[in-house]
């Protein structure tokens, strides 16, 4: 998968790997300020449970 991501980014390698940093950057946004906070209310991270 990498590879074939790889082989479809445009121009040379440091071009490439510019790209490829701006993608991952973009990911990590979408992630923690739209993916991240819907999933807040469902996961319960207060209510901790320990176990003898």
Known sequence: MY???WRKL???TRTR???AAVL???VVAVL???VFPL???MVTLD??????
Not at 47 to 52: A, D, L, S
């Open 3 to 5: 590879a074939w991501l």
């Open 10 to 12: 445009p121009g040379n």
């Open 17 to 19: 790997v510019l790209t």
């Open 24 to 26: 991952v950057a973009a």
């Open 32 to 34: 923690w300020y739209a």
């Open 39 to 41: 999933m807040e209310p």
């Open 47 to 52: 209510e901790v449970t320990v176990r003898k």
